[in-house]
């Protein structure tokens, strides 16, 4: 099992939910994925990963985008035959202590989703701002890409086992988007889908990396992608067509 943690800016907080995620799962192994933060994250990860031998890191060149950080660290996972993954933020608003839940139910599911508005509390105690943005991101997606998932949060557990490699190259967002362009795709490959509740709380330490351009960029995006998949043909239909033949044997 592995935990994928990306991190750009995030030396206020990687100590703290590298501990969290060890004491909830201490035989799994961490992959951190930094985009060669400034404030000297990668080189805190690095000490860390000489002490303990479940810690790995991914260093990259610069802020290449969150989606490209999963991407790196799904390919990463691939490459070291994981089977399942769990991602989640570095700012501590994720829960470690909620992972028994994700991997009670990645068990017959290809990925599980965190939801955060299948409980009352999921987003109470985010800034009112935040809460206005994560809920009209919800009803959004739920709209163009007509998917009832909470498709914008990184809190998620794939079973990689159940999802081909391929349908993670038809993935071509490198920012926000990629959550939930991945989700359709893995929607429309028929792979199944299940969610759990997630209470979330408010960061720890640092600052939020969305900037007003990344929720410009992320609604082009969505409407660009919710309009490739509207109709039932083109170029995303036939690619997801042809791995959802493969999707449905490694499910019998």
């Keep these: 099992m592995l935990v994928l943690i990306a991190t750009y800016n995030e030396i206020e907080n990687v100590k703290t939910i590298l501990s969290r995620v060890k004491a909830s799962l201490p035989d799994a192994n961490i992959l951190f994925v930094d985009d060669n933060s400034p404030d000297g994250t990668g080189k805190l990860l690095e000490e860390l990963a000489l002490v303990d031998f479940s810690v790995h890191v991914l260093h990259r060149a610069g802020k290449l985008g969150v989606g490209s950080a999963h991407l790196d660290g799904i390919a990463w996972a691939y490459d070291n035959n994981v089977g399942v993954l769990i991602t989640l933020d570095a700012d501590c608003t994720h829960s470690p202590e909620e992972f028994s839940i994700f991997i009670d139910a990645v068990q017959s599911a290809a990925i599980v989703v965190g939801s955060r508005f299948l409980a009352r509390e999921g987003i109470k105690h985010w800034p009112f701002h935040r809460r206005v943005l994560t809920r009209l991101g919800h009803v959004l997606t739920r709209m163009f890409l007509r998917i009832p998932y909470d498709a914008t949060g990184a809190y998620r557990a794939y079973n990689l086992r159940l999802i081909p490699r391929e349908v993670f190259a038809l993935v071509k967002s490198k920012d926000y988007s990629f959550f939930y362009e991945s989700l359709k795709i ?39 992608l919710g309009a490739r998949t509207l109709l039932p043909i083109g170029g995303l239909h036939t690619q997801t067509k042809k791995i959802a033949q493969k999707v449905a044997l490694l499910h019998q």
């Design 186 to 224: 893995i929607a429309m490959t028929g792979s199944p889908i299940t969610q759990v509740p997630v209470v979330l709380a408010p960061r720890q330490g640092g600052n939020s990396k969305m900037r007003p351009r990344d929720v410009r960029r992320g609604l082009t995006y969505l409407v660009s």
